[in-house]
């Protein structure tokens, strides 16, 4: 008798088995979001969680380029716009005037990195590992100027800046 003979109420034990492996995989890719969304976080759907040029899991909008159709690019907050309307950004960090390290990072080994506009709009990811230094995101809609970073749930501390006209902003953090 082979798998396919066998049978579990009526089910083969070869279709069982291919559920299994199908619910064990599913589970496999779930992401949880961050118990803390950050320091503007709350229902705020542009929280995600990965790296600037990951895509990350901001559970909205645009996942790639490929959903955006003809002529446009899914930037990193979920929307799709031409690539003109985008920039690569980096966010540098120290920890007061020093380099962010595993000792120096101590107090906050884990950061919330947020982007804003002039206008009140705000997106971000958490965690971001306080020791990486910089933040780097490859396609961040131009109407976003400022980046705040902060300790992981920390709503009123940190450091923010403005995007420099080459998309460069550094922060020291007073943690």
């Not at 589970?27 to 229902?43: A, F, L, M």
Request: hydrophobic letters at 30%.
């Amino acid at each position: 008798m082979d798998l396919h003979e066998r049978d579990l109420c009526g089910v083969s034990y070869a279709r069982v088995m291919r559920i299994a492996l199908a619910a064990l995989l599913l589970t496999g890719c779930i992401i949880e979001p961050p118990n803390d969304p950050g320091p503007v976080g709350g229902s705020d759907p542009g929280w995600g969680s990965g790296w600037g040029g990951s895509g990350g899991t901001g559970g909205y909008g645009c996942q790639s380029d490929s959903a955006c159709g003809s002529g446009y690019v899914c930037a990193r907050n979920g929307e799709c716009t031409t690539a003109a309307n985008v920039r690569v950004v980096h966010a540098t960090w120290t920890m007061h005037d020093q380099i962010p390290t595993d000792t120096t990072c101590s107090s906050a080994p884990k950061l919330d990195i947020t982007f804003q506009t002039s206008g009140g709009e705000d997106f971000g990811f958490s965690p971001v590992p306080c020791n990486a230094g910089k933040y780097t995101i490859d396609k961040l809609p131009l109407r976003y100027t400022r980046v705040t970073l902060a300790r992981a749930g920390d709503y009123y501390g940190g450091a923010s800046a403005a995007f420099d006209t080459t998309g460069n902003a550094a922060l020291d953090l007073p943690y």
